[in-house]
């Protein structure tokens, strides 16, 4: 019996590249979303299926490790399947491959949240969709969820997060964060490939949002920190090849 995978391919649009033809990681995160959308659906338990439970799937962590530059014109397939959940988490990742290769992967972590009491939820909400759900133990990629963090960043950016930027739940999509971030670099900076970066989502960020992006360069890559007031709303590193 094969394993469950999700399997789609993707033709990359123009809008989806860099100023170096090579994909942005936002494309890519909203690649890996709409893949992610289209398993649970036929799992069911997508969108339609939790509304009528009161409940949504938010996200806490992405990590995405990209083995080469994905360019324009590749021809990308995504396959994507969940993890057994643990507890309140529930994990998902993504095989990207582009020509047959095998070119990043992705690992995502999430938490099952009711929108009465905004208590988290355990998989057992989600009833028969859980108990026959084919989950798939298996890792494309060694994830770390905790993301390195420096002492004392520098403010570089400051930005408010627009309506336009938002998903059905009036959040921050959770891939403008990765243009949000990277805005933070220049064009040489940019100009170098990606080994791999990791973003947590600590807290939500409606529309009218101001987020203060304070940065700081350590040894083994760039932390970056969004944060309102004094609150950190999320988490980010990365590292260069």
Known sequence: MSLY?????????????DFQDRLKPSALLALTQESAGRSADELRFGYDDLKAKNVAFVIVNTYCKFYKDIAFGDALEIETWPLSPRRVFFERDYCVR??????????????????ASFSLRTPEVLGEAHENCPYRDEKCVEAVWKVPKGKEGKRVCVRTVMLSECDHYFHANNTRYADYFFDCFT??????????????????????????????????????????????MSRFFVAFK
């Open 5 to 17: 995978g999700h399997k789609k391919k993707y033709e990359l649009r123009y809008s989806d590249c």
């Open 98 to 115: 582009a020509n047959g290769e095998t070119v990043a992967a992705v690992a995502s972590r999430w938490c099952l949240v009711d929108f």
């Open 187 to 232: 064009q040489d900076e940019l100009s170098r490939s990606i080994d791999y970066f990791q973003i947590s989502y600590d807290k939500q960020a409606k529309a009218g949002t101001v987020l203060e992006f304070y940065r700081e360069d350590l040894q083994e890559g760039v932390a970056i920190e969004a944060r309102c007031g004094e609150e950190v």
